[in-house]
T-cell receptor, first 114, second 113 residues
């Protein structure tokens, strides 16, 4: 069972470069999320998609765009990377947004922007 | 404004001891309080969760204690083991509104053998 798969696992970018982080889930979940994790800051929500065809901003959306390509895939794009975007990015999914739907996380993408 | 405050930032406990991690929240509309466990190089995974209509929930060695009037909840790990060494996150959400989880900043637990 793959669960939530994130690619790539590691990436180094130069300031100003762009890239797309890919996320796919095989659990037929409706809702998908992107979080970033920084030391001492916990997990902060960037964007989420409650269902296919919808996306909403989270706590720290600036500098990012997302696409819910289909029910399985939710991508995160950095148009012009900045050093402040150096972080570990986690994609997660849930069956729906009710209280008893735990988040299933991928193993993360570690991004360094120089 | 930080909506979920977690303490301590780090914790060292001897094998067999009790680990206690605390969280406090601001928003009285929160009605779902999970704890997530994260091992190095992995994503977080749900450990245990509670709703505010109960004051305590126990699953094995892990217990959540909830104090609605104080707007606080805590995770207790009994008989702590080296395999419990991980980062723990508390979180909260408003389930009726379907809001995304708000996480605390995390506690790094080290259990020494």
């Amino acid at each position: 069972n793959a669960g939530v798969t994130q690619t790539p696992k590691f990436q180094v970018l130069k300031t100003g470069q762009s890239m797309t982080l890919q996320c796919a889930q095989d659990m037929n979940h409706n809702s998908m999320y992107w979080y970033r994790q920084d030391p001492g800051m916990g997990l902060r929500l960037i964007y989420y998609s409650a269902s296919e065809g919808t996306t909403d901003k989270g706590e720290v959306p600036n500098g990012y765009n997302v696409s819910r390509l289909n029910k399985r895939e939710f991508s995160l794009r950095l148009e012009s990377a900045a050093p402040s975007q150096t972080s570990v990015y986690f994609c997660a999914s849930t069956p729906d947004r009710t209280y008893n739907s735990p988040l299933h996380f991928g193993n993360g993408t570690r991004l360094t922007v120089t | 404004q930080q909506q979920v405050k977690q303490s301590p930032q780090s914790l060292i406990v001897q094998k067999g001891g009790i680990s206690i991690i605390n969280c406090a929240y601001e928003n009285t509309a929160f009605d779902y309080f999970p704890w997530y466990q994260q091992f190095p190089g992995k994503g977080p995974a749900l450990l245990i969760a509670i709703r505010p209509d109960v004051s305590e929930k126990k699953e094995g060695r892990f217990t959540i204690s909830f104090n609605k009037s104080a707007k606080q909840f805590s995770l207790h790990i009994m008989d702590s083991q080296p395999g419990d060494s991980a980062t723990y996150f508390c979180a909260a959400s408003i389930s009726q509104a379907g809001t995304a989880l708000i996480f605390g900043k995390g506690t790094t637990l080290s259990v020494s053998s």
